[in-house]
């Protein structure tokens, strides 16, 4: 067994195979902890619980801080991606430049909310991610001066591929003042991250901790540029004044805090916070860095693949892209499948959890996931296989 999985008792890890670590690996025991915490605070504090409750999201935005690779970070935290997208395309002045440029490998989130946009009639430019090689470039090459934003992944969700060049996308968007979003959700907890390194210091960085940082539900993040200071965002919450609520609303509009509260929503529940401070804290005493992690999913990813290339199956049936090496994906193995659905639920049948995306079977792995569990799951697969044909 994997040393880790002692760890995860109430998951019961060791004793499932579980491949969707991409989309919503388990919590450790100590997660637990912090749900009783939540409780016991609430309990004891009434609705002075709130004091409590900020320490716990100050403790989260430190979290996140360490993986995007900024300590000084300005964070804004939301329930979900979608609730701090629709705060930043709020501030954007879409009157002025009615056109936002993505890409046709976004997750839903963007998706959905963009082609609602354009049914609005605001210009929406889709860009294909393949090749993925030259999206960053041809991201660029579509910009002009009606362009209030650029929308694009760091890690394409479907296929696992690692978007480079990001670092000059950022320069062409800064010199068109063309707001950058980049989704790095995919990328948080498996893939090392340093905003000032990779150019992205102009650039708004989305994420959260329901996939790979083991945070449960609620805990997303919307890291601010530091002109993100000037922006009035339409979508603003009574917490963005609540330092001020004593005072008497003032006669010249709606006021703005510094810093993340500027981009604050409104009374939220602060359990989910709780839980992922106790997890932040967990990883750090089990040194699961950013490093180490991505050690750990590249090395169970190669495995993963090298087992499903010996099951030696028609590309009919399944196949994968052997061109880019591993170092060139983030946390899982997609398979491109004739039939991805179909594997997906016979794999379920057998025990075996992975989930499907389109023509797209993605098996996520975890660090708490022995190697024989990652080779019972892909002899499975060539079992379900045999019978799918």
Not at 140 to 167: H, M, Q, W, Y
Request: aromatic share 8%; with cysteine.
């Amino acid at each position: 067994m994997n040393e880790l999985a002692r760890h995860y008792s109430r998951f019961r890890v060791a004793e499932r195979l579980l491949l969707t670590g991409h989309s919503h690996q388990a919590w450790p025991d100590v997660a637990r902890e912090g749900l009783l915490e939540a409780f016991d605070d609430a309990a004891r504090d009434v609705d002075t619980k709130w004091e409590a409750a900020f320490a716990k999201a100050d403790e989260v935005r430190a979290g996140f801080r360490t993986f995007l690779g900024e300590p000084g970070a300005v964070l804004a935290l939301g329930a979900s991606t979608h609730d701090l997208l629709l705060r930043f395309l709020s501030a954007l002045d879409l009157r002025a430049r009615p056109r936002l440029v993505t890409t046709d490998g976004e997750f839903h989130t963007v998706r959905r909310q963009l082609a609602r946009l354009g049914e609005e009639g605001i210009e929406i430019v889709r860009v294909r991610a393949e090749p993925v090689d030259t999206l960053a470039e041809r991201l660029a090459a579509v910009l002009d001066e009606r362009t209030a934003a650029v929308l694009v992944s760091k890690v394409l969700f479907g296929t696992a591929r690692i978007v480079p060049g990001l670092g000059e996308l950022a320069l062409a968007c800064a010199r068109g003042s063309v707001e950058l979003v980049v989704d790095a959700y995919h990328a948080l907890g498996v893939l090392p991250m340093s905003v000032p390194d990779e150019g992205l210091r102009d650039a708004w960085v989305l994420g959260g901790g329901y996939k790979y940082l083991q945070l449960g539900e609620g805990n997303c993040v919307l890291r601010l540029p530091e002109h993100a200071q000037r922006l009035r965002p339409v979508v603003t919450g009574w917490f963005a004044e609540f330092g001020v609520l004593a005072d008497e609303p003032g006669p010249a509009g709606v006021g703005y805090p510094a810093g993340a509260d500027r981009f604050a929503g409104a009374t939220y529940d602060p359990v989910s916070h709780y839980r992922a401070a106790r997890v932040f804290g967990f990883l750090a005493e089990q040194g699961l860095t950013p490093r180490r992690l991505r050690e750990i999913s590249l090395r169970q990813n190669e495995r993963l693949a090298r087992r499903f290339d010996e099951l030696d199956l028609p590309a009919s049936v399944a196949t994968r892209d052997r061109e880019t090496p591993r170092e060139g994906f983030a946390g899982f193995l997609s398979l491109r499948c004739g039939d991805a659905t179909g594997l997906s639920r016979a794999l379920a049948e057998r025990g075996v959890y992975t989930d499907s995306r389109g023509e797209h079977l993605r098996f996520g792995p975890a660090p708490y996931l022995s190697d024989a569990q990652l080779d019972d799951a892909m002899a499975a697969l060539g079992e379900a296989a045999s019978f799918t044909r």
